[in-house]
């Protein structure tokens, strides 16, 4: 340890050396006199709605950090900010972003070594003393001893003409000996709220220095700004001389680069680096943040770890503290925002770093959410993020890097720049959901100053330059919603994903793991909503999430993303019976997804190999690559066995024995002898690498979402209304004009191009139309959906009838179809089939009603099969039905003969057959899940009979069923 008295005599010595270059020198080419020379230009960042990216000052070398004086004056040229640059030059920028020399030549060496590498060292933090406007910086210094090993070091410079250049420099804490190079040196400085200073300080690349007590490094330190530890930190103890062990603060660091002081709390927070977790967390007085060399070791304390690693580098909160809030709308203030660097120097957009991330703090300093994406770069250059400081009128950063055409990281052409609120678009309307035509009252409320103009596309094709429109939707979807209001400061513009849905859409679970989702998984959603599908986010939690039975019932498919933690899916999801695409590889196993044995195989390629151009997927692409990343990224694949069932579409760019893309279709054959219960696609995808997809790459994804969700039907739905109660037969287009006869009602379907939905009141309705023909049944019909348990318009109750299909009550209002046609309770003249099904797909629904009374007692298929409801090479979508009191020769209540139908929630009550009471199926694969079948009596089956066919049933119950009619 060094005593106080020794290290007074180091600080004399180190000074002489300090080569301090003041004056305005002549600046290097391309810096700007006016950075708003250059605000003007299309600038490769993507930005939150109601915020500008704006250059402000360019010409910069690897700019560090930003400190702006706390009361600067208003002329054009009083200094506004100063920026360190890692070679060793503080740059002063005026008010007018005027740029100039404040000090230049810091360094005694030349940070000559490659970026990244040894090259990333040199001079770091920069603070401005509130109480004289010196500035205090920190930097590295090449030995006096050995040539070549550098320590750490804090000076105080100052200004006798009003802060444009550096006059005289001292040094403030001298850590000689404690040798530390790239990336983990000394580096973040502020003063807290007490007055004091702040040193954050690197590990120097030996993780036991943080451990360490009697070294500076690994540490955040705290100090007199005249150098001289504060008595009341945690480890202070003067008899034994001052040392490293009286300044520190906290410790147990491996790269605290970025730190700032949060107003509510009073309390410093920071982010570190880690070799491959990241953390940001608070810092307490006294506490051992455990760093010992493994990434385990980064979880400890924190409010949020980086998993992979992002390069998060500074800290910036955004304050009515600092600044009056910035210039930011209220609902901004209080919230962090991060420099995420990520991996340095590459170009285009990253799927780690090149961001600032936005967290919301709780009261007592805990995460509330976060990080959200606040600033985005796009571009094809070599910009990043790295200086972030809250300002008087925005919050600021720089781009690290000259980004267009640079031939080296170190090539001066950096930019400071600004986001800056210019006001917030928004809008709300009166309804957002029916059927169609579905007219909606829009209004606006943005929070622009001086609007000139508004610009409205509501997703349809049409749109409109009114402030509030009204418009008409016509047609079923989902439809996106955007608002551009334009101002004197620009254009703020807002859009709402899937905001307005209109019919019968489509509803898709999108598990991930954690919520809120990362920005690759949102923006995928936002991609299938614009498909024109409801997206639901649910973390891949067990407790979490509903159960993969719940998500069958409630969802049209699931989509799971690589970010999920395979172990919290398990199984579960293998026997879904609605339609799942997904991209975490290590779902390939026999437990979990059967497609192929597990083999994570990812592999950093921006392309795939088609290999299969026959699939309704890759249909139209040609054989051979085909790039969907826009530079290198995780391609996810998967070796191994596949299953006999299973098709494969595309390898990966990055292994040609690696599969890429692959499907399965309905009753596929997969591994281990497993059967697909509905459609499965596995993509390439890994985590956040849809942010740099092509359009033909998301091309092909829409393809592979439109396959595995199957058809659905198109237009504006109409609703058709029933009643048996209506004191005439009407026209069945209201409650007030409903068709009496349910057969009326499908008449009208048939003639009608869009799809239908007919909602049916409660009461008892027959097939035949008073004729007695027992051939007389009820024919579901492609995009027609049969919805019964509705009260309807003519109870005693003076209701005016449901105005939406989530207002029907099934128990409160029965609704049911009797075979029952001819002498009441005689089962000889009944119908042979209540309801039947030919050649229709799953856009034929029937949903929450009873069958009954049917009677297949004929002599010959089809009338000895199907006394409920025979489905023929059918697969129709049955759901909440009850089958009772139906018999036949083969399925006494349903007979499936070829075709996939889906049977969900429904019951099966006394029933009977010579086979399959409940159930007959004849080559087909009808899936029931969640069924009953209760008291059915047969002769083969016990309620299900399955002959040359593959019924699959998913989690249903038998009980009390009867194989032997005496």
Sequence with gaps: MWGFTVKTILFTTAFAWISLTVGAA??????????????????????????????????????????????????????YFYVTELYGSIKVVTRDFTVSDYAVDLLDFLPSGVIPGSGEQGLTGIVIDPATGDLFISKLYDSPFEPGIHYPMVLRLHSVDGG???????????????????????????????????????????????????????????????????????????????NATDYIYAYGFRNPFGGAWRAADGILYYVGNGPFIDRFAQVIPGRNFAWDGTDASMLNFALYSWYPASAPVNLAFVQAESFGGSGFPLGKLGRAYVTESGLPWVAGPAGRGKRISEFTLAADGTLLDGPRPFVEYTGTGRASTVALAAGPDGLYFSDFYKDQDSSAPTERGANV???????????????????????????????????????????????????????????????????????????????KSGFIEVGNVPRVAFVVGGLPPAAGDSAVADFVRALGWVVDFHDDEVGSRPTSAALAATYDAVFVSSSVDPANIGGDFRYLTVPVAYWASQLNALEREPLAAFADVPGSSAAVSIIDTTHAITEGLDLGSLQVYGAPGNVNGVRGPIGDGVRVLAMSGADPDAIALMTADVGAALLGGHVALSRRVFLFLDDDSWL????????????????????????????????????????????????????????????????????????????????????????????????GGFRGAYGTDGFAGEAKRSERDTDASPTVLSGDIGVPDVAADNSYHVVSSTSNGPTAVMDGFLIVSGNADGNAFPFSSGGGLLSVESSPSI??????????????????????????????????????????????????????????????????SDWLGLAV?????????????E
């Design 417 to 495: 720049l600004r986001v800056r609120f210019v006001g917030s678009a928004d809008f709300t309307a009166d309804v957002t959901s029916g059927v169609a035509p579905l007219t909606v009252q829009f209004s606006d409320l943005s929070m622009v100053a001086a609007p000139t103009s508004w610009a409205w596309d509501f997703g349809d094709g049409a749109t409109s330059v009114e402030q509030h429109p009204q418009h008409t939707y016509t047609s079923d979807g989902l439809y996106s919603v955007e608002l551009s209001v334009t101002s004197a400061e620009g254009t703020s513009v807002i859009k």
């Design 953 to 965: 049933l998913d989690n249903s119950d038998f009980l009390f069923n009867v194989c032997s009619i």
């Design 164 to 242: 444009m250049t550096a006059s005289s420099a001292s040094v403030v804490l001298d850590m000689f000996g404690e040798a530390q190079g790239e990336a983990h040196q000394v580096s973040k400085l502020s003063f807290g709220p007490d007055g004091m200073l702040y040193v954050h300080m690197g590990d120097g690349f030996i993780s036991s220095t943080g451990q360490d007590i009697s070294s500076f490094r690994g540490k955040i330190l705290r100090m007199h700004p005249d150098g001289s530890p504060a008595a009341d930190n945690p480890f202070f103890f003067s008899p034994d001389g001052i």
């Design 26 to 79: 002549e600046l290097p080419p391309g810096v700007s006199t006016n950075g708003q020379g250059v605000s003007g230009l299309d600038l490769p960042w993507s930005v939150e709605p109601g915020f500008k990216v704006e250059v402000v000052a360019t010409g910069f070398q690897l700019p560090v950090n930003i400190a702006f004086l706390p009361n600067p004056g208003n002329a054009p040229s009083d200094p």
């Design 692 to 787: 740099s997809m092509t359009p033909a790459g998301k091309s092909l994804f829409g393809n592979a979402f439109r396959w595995a969700l199957g058809p659905y039907c198109a237009g504006a739905t109409e609703v058709l209304y029933v009643d048996s109660r209506a004191p005439v037969a009407g026209d069945c287009l209201s409650w007030g004009s409903a068709c009496r006869d349910f057969q009326d009602a499908l008449d009208i379907a048939s003639s009608r191009e869009n799809p239908i939905e007919i909602w049916v009141a409660t009461g008892v309705y027959y097939p035949d139309r008073g004729s007695g023909l027992r051939e007389a049944t009820f024919v579901m019909q492609d995009c027609v959906g049969w919805y």
């Design 879 to 944: 759901a909440q039905c009850l089958f009772a009191s139906n018999s036949a020769i083969n399925g006494g209540a349903v007979h499936h003969q070829g075709g996939r139908a889906t049977i969900k929630n429904c019951a099966f009550i006394g029933n009977s057959a010579v086979s399959g009471a409940g159930l007959s199926n004849g080559a087909g694969i009808p899936i029931l899940s969640r069924c009953t079948f209760l008291w059915n009596f047969d002769t083969v089956g016990c309620g299900v």
